[in-house]
């Protein structure tokens, strides 16, 4: 194997890969517990691997999404869903979460959004997808630098009846 091939993290070390795995099963069952459906928590996986720039994470939550019932509009306008209608003040303020855990903006900017943010969400939601959203950038990271493939597949979209 040469030195310029891709070296999987999750195939090289595969107890911590188990670790994160069970950390992100157990973020599931507290983001389900505090009334966070997987639609919104796939929403919030797509926007932080969005900024991030991770194809693989891009392309299975996005199947993921569709599958927790997502409309394909709302994943499409989701890097500018600040100016689409289509989100609703909780989306957005989870939206401000994954965006202010990702970017990590200046401190002022960090405590105004996530105060904005917190006005919308009760504690136990405001936490959980702060949460939600360090696990994605954890994952991202992961695919990113194992250069995990993203391989050719259709994406099957419910029609309307």
Same mark, same amino acid.
């Given at each position: !194997? &040469? ?5 999987f993290?999750d ?15 157990? /973020? ?14 796939e929403?919030? +996986? ?13 392309? *299975?939550?996005?199947?993921?999404? /569709?599958?927790?019932?997502?409309? !394909?509009?709302?994943?499409?306008? *989701? ?7 289509? @989100?609703?003040?909780?989306?957005r303020?989870?939206?401000?979460? &994954?965006? &202010? &855990? ?11 959004? /996530?105060?904005?943010a ?7 939601? @405001?936490?959980?997808?702060?949460? /939600?959203?360090?696990? !994605? +950038? ?8 194992? #250069?995990?493939?993203? #391989? ?7 029609a309307?009846?």
């Amino acid at each position: !194997m &040469a030195v310029s091939d891709p070296l999987f993290l999750d195939k090289s070390n595969p107890e911590l890969w188990r670790s994160i795995v069970a950390f992100s099963e157990q /973020l599931g069952e507290s983001y389900r517990k505090a009334g966070i459906g997987a639609r919104l928590a796939e929403l919030v +996986n797509l926007r932080v691997s969005q900024i991030n720039g991770c194809s693989y994470c891009l392309d *299975l939550h996005t199947r993921r999404a /569709l599958e927790a019932g997502e409309s !394909m509009q709302r994943i499409a306008l *989701l890097g500018v869903w600040e100016d689409a209608d289509l @989100f609703d003040e909780r989306e957005r303020a989870a939206l401000v979460i &994954a965006e &202010a &855990a990702t970017e990590l903006p200046c401190h002022d900017e960090r405590v105004a959004a /996530l105060a904005s943010a917190r006005m919308v969400l009760s504690d136990e939601e @405001f936490s959980v997808i702060q949460w /939600l959203a360090i696990s !994605m +950038n954890a994952f991202n990271r992961i695919s990113i630098l194992s #250069r995990h493939p993203v #391989r050719p597949r259709e994406f099957k979209v419910q029609a309307k009846k």
